[in-house]
């Protein structure tokens, strides 16, 4: 029996690390290479022994998918082709080719440079991994090799983010990675065909919320920094370079405009503006409002958003700053956050999901002492604010999806068990379809029921859809009768005589011939003549021929009447048939000759 | 199959392909050469073109003053120009399901064909042929719109009156056919049934067909397209290229295999290399500038300008011109460069990989911020305070009729010190020049054309090997101008079938098969059996069910028990239908296991007797006779039917059924 396997190496009951193996028709594919942001040892990246446990995994997979840009989709990519080694292609789309190795770059440089670990992919690594990336356009449909093909949907997460469909045969699975399903300030909302897939792999980050509607979100989100800011206090708002900063870049920066104000917003790596750049030569990707207004305003154009130098952190007065990276768990966002985190006036808005382990989740989790390096210890003053601002689906989201590609199964990943839990149930209870949710390391099997792919003769299809009729009529249903060629790896239904004719078979006619005794004063040709004249009345929709030789013919049923010289009167009606009518018709008929006799 | 052309231009192609029930519209190309019999819309009033005398036929007896002109000895029609549309009566075009694009340039007939006509059906185009196709549109409109004319000229068309005008007036055809320019309101529409696809996107239509689009090389998202079914392939290709310019590569490979390939779009230009014209291009322009003169470059909007700015982005300050000012003047000049530069993903993988630096990846981003290229919505406002001489001035339309080259000729032409520079094919030159003789500015001819050329495409069809080719008439043989030139036209065996305006080719198809499927449960229930070696056969008797063109077997349903509880039935006439029909048999009965058999099952005396092409069985007890033959088994049994089934079963058992 088919079946489609999965097994998450990482972001299975669980957010961080994604990485999905997939097993469909015979092919390997592992969906999203990501590491984890809440650990700094070997657990920071998915157990790659579980493919095999000696060397390269160039022969166990078909290709890899890398599913948007984010580091927990992305970030163990290097270690992964390099380290462990893996030479076959990567999947991604252009905006994801294009940023991804600038954010692995900084990763590696946090971790090596500032941390000082050793035993870390290197720079060369990542531009060696990044030249095995193939990359992928929007609904292009990506032949990896004969069997499997690819295919990617707009997912909406952050710039370049694409879900995915991997099909072989008619087998196929589809992979959310992250996505969202309303459009925000710069990105479209996600959006895929009805595909129906045999299995939908769908994040699952917001399994239990039903947001409340953007418009109040980014209101709420205005009044907190204009209220901070007012009050001379300062506010911090941890990001990663590319994604939500955009968003709230434009956000701001419309305020601003608007009310006039005058405190400045900082934005704190040098990525900014480069990170722009690629909003604009990518502005494709884009919603349609950017898209359509691009060339008379660039919307990545800020005025009041300037770059960010570590010394104004010091600065007094109200400031607003975007700092990189957005769970605090390292870099200029923790550092600004160590200088602000003592004063009340300030504010710390957490635009996105804090895995668990990082300073964002301690905070968010209402943590007032904070254990640092070195045993030092951080009071946490400031206000911390939770504004869920990161492109997720919600449930309502996740449940549009399943409505819009209508998979046969589900399975929910990069998501927390118990959340998901509930999701799993609802989306059981409404769609009646099963759902998995395998822990790392599980494997689910889910068994597909293909249909079999047949060519079918044109000539036979057209005369069963002829004598069919144009609508198929579920009382009296019509059976075909063919034959199924069977020839290397081809499939053929054609007629049963077509067949006789392309395998060099001659037919073997297969008759039988019965005796009728009947009582007749007529001639012989009399005698034929009346069965002709009955039978033509009585069986009005079948084709009776006389034949000048002296027989009649009811389709392929033969009479002929004999009789002996000693006997006149007995006529000896002789009736042949062949195996192909059926024997009840053939009872029929000699029935009514019985009647005919009465 | 079908295939109705509806336009006999070999570059601005349309056709209609009839496949598997659907109607497909490939292309729809707009012959705008026919405003070259109209007279030049200045901008800006020209007491030249004012002062033109009117025509009055010889005799004096037929008088248009007020319709024609007179220029240099040649009459010109005095009205809004007029563009020959694709034919309109050949087919019903309501009937029409799709519309696949292959570029920017062979859609500039969509207006005409969508609005209307009863069309209810999609387009279907890439996203950059849309975008850029919509600035030519829109740039086309508002070169009509911003010169309105009071009326437009009639009479001339009139038969008996065309006929006694002067040529080339005279030999223009189907001039009742040609109309003015579309609206606004009707581009926006036409594009608003535009559905967005991707290189090799597979399409489906209705479930009978499949479209994609590949990369054909020519202009930013320009396609070719495949349409097949599981078994028929039809490749079109329209203006492909294999130079490397701009546009992502032409992909050959996926065109492998078609039954039949629609051959378009080759280069107007077979005579012409482009690299060597670009070259001329380059000396002829620092020529003119270091002389003092002015340089104008008649252009389309998009399109090779990018590939001319990148050109001499390089050139210029290598041969030490570097202060020399472009100036790009269209009303879609600025959105025609920024959406060059937000098209990575269709563009040649050097100018792709400049966006992941991040950089732009055309030049003239860094032309444009250097002040060294400037561009204008048209001649009035900025550019006329800002303008310097000598420069380099682009802008449209390439047939001088109208846009803001009008009022550059009118401006530059009398000085020998100017030249005009032609690179866009599509237009004689001569001809375009007519309504400004006499000239004084230099003209130089350096045609671009980076479409395939014959010996491009002879190449490609042999690494393609299409069983059959179709192409417009005039590639079947040299051209007009150069008859003896064999190598500039396609020889093929088989001979490409020709086509030409008007024309309805039947497409040597022959459909044999169609694809299927098994459900599980009846591909489970079926029991193959091995003929020969390799070769299985399996009867199936199934339920057909056909829905949007897809086909499936069903098991069939359990025969319903017939309730017991009537009467003796009468006979009825009704066929049974819910009987399965038996298969046809196959195979031999051997005398001595059939005996073997019979004894097996009771039969003991059996008398055989030799035939001529077989045996007979007497089955003496039973008094049944049996002939047994290679090809037929014929069982002679009177009044025993639970023997007779026995005894079909005994054969049966030797015989396979199919």
Redesign the interface.
């Known amino acids: 029996m088919p079946e489609i396997r999965v097994t998450p190496l990482g972001a299975g009951q669980d957010v961080g690390r994604s990485c999905i193996l997939v097993s469909i028709g015979g092919k390997n594919i592992m969906l999203d290479c990501g590491m984890h942001m809440g650990y700094n040892d070997d657990r920071r990246f998915p157990d790659f022994s579980y493919i095999t446990q000696n060397g390269r995994l160039t022969e166990f997979l078909d290709c890899v998918i890398i599913s948007h840009f984010h580091l927990d989709h992305c970030g163990a990519l290097p270690y992964m082709s390099e380290m462990v080694g893996y030479d076959g292609p990567i999947y991604m789309t ?1 905006p994801t ?2 940023i991804c ?1 600038i954010l692995l770059e900084d990763f590696r440089k946090i971790t090596v440079d500032k941390k000082g670990e050793t035993n870390f992919f290197t720079s060369q690594m990542i531009k060696d991994c990044m030249k095995k990336v193939v ?1 992928l ?6 032949q990896v090799d004969e069997e499997l093909e690819i ?1 990617a949907y707009y997912a909406g997460h952050v710039l370049g983010a694409a879900m995915v469909q991997i099909k072989v045969g ?1 087998e196929s699975v589809v992979y959310t990675g992250d996505y969202n399903m309303t459009p925000d300030r710069h990105l479209g909302a996600a959006w895929i065909d009805k595909c129906r897939p045999d299995l939908l792999i769908s994040e699952s980050t917001y399994a239990t919320t039903i947001r409340d509607s953007k418009r109040c979100r980014e209101r709420d989100f205005l009044k907190k920094v204009h209220e901070t800011v007012e009050r001379g206090g300062k506010v911090l708002i941890p990001v990663f370079a590319l994604g939500r900063a955009q968003e709230l870049c434009i956000l701001l920066e419309t305020f601003w405009e608007r009310m006039n104000l005058k405190a400045p917003i900082y934005f704190s790596t040098g990525l900014t503006e ?1 990170a722009n ?2 909003y ?5 990707w884009t919603n349609q409002k950017i898209r359509k207004t ?2 008379q305003r660039n919307m990545f154009e800020f005025k009041h958003i300037k770059a960010f130098d570590r010394s104004y952190a010091d600065n007094p007065g109200p400031m607003v700053v975007f700092a990189t990276p957005g769970m605090l768990h390292a870099g200029q966002s923790l550092l600004i956050f160590k200088k602000w985190a003592g004063n009340e006036k300030n504010m710390v808005i957490m635009p996105g999901y804090c895995v668990q382990g990082t300073v964002g989740h301690k905070i968010l989790n209402g943590q007032k002492k904070l254990e640092m390096e070195g045993r030092a210890t951080l009071d946490v003053k400031l206000q911390v604010e939770y504004m869920s601002f990161s492109a997720h689906a919600d449930a309502k989201g996740i449940m549009q999806l399943i409505r819009m590609a209508e998979p046969r199964n589900m399975l929910l990943v990069h998501g927390e068990a118990k959340k998901m839990e509930f999701l799993k149930d609802k989306i059981e209870q409404e769609f009646s379809i099963s759902c998995y949710m395998p822990a790392n390391g599980e494997t689910t099997s889910i068994v597909t ?10 000539n036979l ?1 057209k005369r ?2 002829a004598l ?1 009729g144009p609508l ?1 009529d579920a009382k ?13 790896d081809s499939l ?2 054609v007629s ?2 077509q ?2 004719k392309e ?1 060099g ?12 005794l009947l009582h007749d004063p007529h001639s012989d040709t009399d005698t034929l003549g009346r069965i002709y004249t009955h039978l033509k009345s ?4 079948y084709s009776i021929q006389h034949v000048s030789d002296g027989t009649v013919i009811v389709e392929s049923i033969v009479i002929k009447v004999t009789s002996s010289a000693e006997e006149p009167n007995l006529k000896v009606i002789l009736l042949s048939w062949s ?7 053939d ?2 008929k000699k ?2 000759k019985s ?1 005919f006799d009465l | 199959m079908k295939l109705y052309c509806l336009s006999g231009h070999p570059t601005l192609p349309c056709n209609v392909l009839k496949f598997k029930s659907t109607t497909i519209m490939l292309d729809c190309g707009l012959d705008t050469t026919a405003a070259l019999y109209f007279l030049p819309l200045p901008l800006v009033h020209s007491p030249r073109l004012s002062k033109l005398p009117g025509w009055v036929s010889k005799d004096g007896a037929i008088n248009l003053e007020k319709e024609l002109k007179e220029c240099s000895g040649r009459v010109f029609v005095d009205s809004q120009p007029e563009f020959c549309l694709p034919e309109k009566e050949l087919l019903d075009l309501s009937t029409i399901d799709v519309i696949l694009i292959s570029n920017y340039h062979c859609m500039m007939a969509l207006p005409y064909i969508t609005e209307h006509t009863g069309f209810t059906g999609a387009v279907y185009a890439t ?1 950059p042929t849309l975008q850029i196709g919509r600035l030519l549109m829109e740039e086309l409109v508002t070169f009509m719109e911003r010169v309105p004319k009071a009326q437009a000229a009639t009479c001339w068309k009139n038969k008996e009156i065309q006929r006694l005008l002067p040529g080339p007036l005279k030999d223009a055809v189907d001039v009742w056919s040609w109309r003015k320019c579309y609206s606004v309101q009707e581009v926006n529409s036409a594009l608003s049934k535009v559905q967005l ?6 399409v489906e239509l209705f479930g009978a067909v499949q479209v ?1 689009p590949l990369s054909s090389g020519y202009s930013l998202g320009s396609s070719n397209w495949i349409i097949q079914s ?2 028929e392939k039809v490749s079109y290709v329209s203006g492909s290229s294999l130079l490397t310019t701009h546009p992502q590569p032409m992909e050959q490979s996926s065109l492998k295999n078609s039954d039949v390939l629609i051959l378009t779009g080759l280069t107007q230009i077979p005579t012409a290399n482009p690299d060597g014209m670009l070259g001329e291009f380059c000396s002829n322009l620092a020529m003119t500038i270091r002389a003092g003169g002015n340089v104008l470059v008649p252009c389309y909007s998009s399109g090779v300008i990018y590939d001319l700015l990148e050109c001499l982005y390089q050139f210029m300050d290598s041969a030490n011109l570097g202060s020399t000012p472009f100036y790009f003047i269209s009303p879609v000049a ?2 025609s460069l ?2 060059s ?5 269709w563009l040649c993988q050097n100018k ?1 990989s400049k ?2 630096l ?4 055309f030049p003239h981003a860094e032309l444009i911020q250097t002040n060294k290229l400037k561009h204008y919505p048209s001649i009035h406002g900025d550019f006329s305070s800002e303008f310097r001489q000598p420069c380099v001035v682009f802008t449209g339309h390439p047939s001088l009729r109208f846009g803001d080259v009008v009022h550059f000729m009118e401006l530059w032409g009398k000085s020998s010190l100017n030249t005009i520079i032609f690179t866009e094919p599509d237009f004689s030159y001569l001809d375009a020049l007519a309504p400004y003789q006499p000239l004084a500015m230099k003209c130089v001819y350096c045609p671009i054309d980076t479409r395939l050329n014959f010996h491009q495409v002879s190449k490609l069809l042999k690494d393609i090997q299409p069983l059959h080719v179709v192409c417009p008439e005039p590639y079947t043989q040299p051209p007009p101008a150069q008859p003896h030139r064999s190598d500039l036209m396609l020889e093929l065996q088989p001979p490409p079938m020709a086509y030409r305006r008007c024309s309805v080719l039947g497409l040597p198809f022959r ?10 449960e009846l ?1 489970r229930s ?1 029991v ?1 059996s091995e ?2 070696a ?13 829905k949007d063109n897809k ?3 069903q098991p ?2 359990k025969p319903t028990p017939v309730p017991p509880s009537k009467k003796r039935k009468r ?1 009825t ?17 051997p005398l001595e296991p059939f005996l073997a058999m019979l004894h097996k099952n009771g039969i003991t005396e059996v008398k055989v007797e030799e035939t001529a092409d077989g045996h007979i069985l007497h089955l003496q007890t039973e008094d049944v006779l049996i002939q047994l033959e290679e ?9 025993n ?1 639970p023997l ?2 026995a005894l ?1 079963d005994l ?2 058992r030797f ?2 059924k ?1």
């Open positions: 252009h080719k294009a190795p990359p356009n929007l609904h292009q449909t990506v295919k008619s480069k750049h690629y604009k030569l990518f502005i494709t691009f060339v029921n293909p249909s079999v792919p047949v060519d079918i003769s044109l299809l069963e859809m069919g198929p009296r249903p019509r059976t075909m009768h063919g034959t199924l060629i069977m020839k290397d053929r239904l049963p005589e067949a006789l395998l078979l001659s037919e073997h006619q297969l008759r039988f011939t019965c005796r009728v009585v069986l009005k929709s195996y192909q009518i059926a024997d009840s018709t009872t029929k029935k009514k009647s | 996203e696809v991707g290189y090799s996107q597979k994609t599981h078994y600025n959105s920024e959406f530069q937000i098209f990575a993903e792709q966006v992941y991040p950089e732009p990846p459909r044999r098969y169609e694809r299927i499927h098994l459900l599980p591909a079926l193959p003929i020969k390799g070769v299985s056969v399996a009867t199936v008797s199934a339920v057909l069910q056909s086909h499936v077997l069939a349903p006979v006439e009704e066929p049974p239908e819910s009987l399965n029909p038996k298969p046809l048999l196959s195979g031999a009965v090809d037929a088994t014929h069982i002679i049994c009177d009044n039917e007779r089934t079909r054969v049966l015989l396979q199919l």
